[in-house]
């Protein structure tokens, strides 16, 4: 068995505090982004929302999440030693290797099957787990997404102009 990742929160306010350390990456990475695509003031404060800077920080902690990479027997035994949670479990249950996630508060393991193409399962393992799993139980707001707005951290002055 491999590990890839190093988010792995026991609890659900060990997510939130692990999805809160991920912003300002998300922010440096947006406006670093868009220094490169050489946007000016205007652009930049039109193309670049809070829903952008959201959009990387979600992304930044799903691809941040620690996924175990085993044989079918492997995940099996695994789940075995854990009845206590709920499988899901995503692809050919015929195939031979497992990437998986455990997510402690929400007794809850997800797992995709893969046969060769190893990185493509643990990036599907991921945004999955965050699709059904950490969206909804990090994030506030009726549609189930955190406001970015005021504290994005955009502001004109992080891009385009003469004072970059």
Not at 47 to 73: H, I, K, P, Q
Not at 102 to 120: G, M, S
Not at 141 to 150: C, H, I, Q, Y
Request: net charge negative; proline share 4%; with cysteine.
């Amino acid at each position: 068995m491999e590990t890839h990742g190093t988010i792995s929160p026991e609890t659900r306010e060990a997510a939130e505090d692990a999805f809160d350390r991920v912003g300002p990456t998300a922010q440096v990475v947006v406006r670093e982004t868009a220094k490169a695509m050489d946007f000016g003031r205007e652009e930049y404060r039109e193309r670049v929302t809070g829903d952008v800077v959201e959009t990387v920080r979600n992304a930044l902690f799903a691809e941040s999440l620690s996924v175990t990479v085993g044989s079918r027997t492997e995940f099996d035994d695994w789940c075995e030693s854990h009845p206590e949670y709920d499988v899901v479990e995503l692809g050919n249950p015929d195939v031979e290797r497992v990437a998986w996630h455990p997510i402690p508060f929400a007794n809850t393991v997800v797992a995709t099957t893969f046969q060769n193409k190893r990185d493509a399962a643990i990036s599907t393992l991921r945004r999955n787990a965050f699709g059904r799993v950490y969206r909804d139980t990090i994030l506030d707001g009726e549609d189930g997404e955190k406001s970015a707005g005021d504290d994005a951290g955009i502001s004109e002055g992080d891009v385009g102009g003469d004072d970059r």
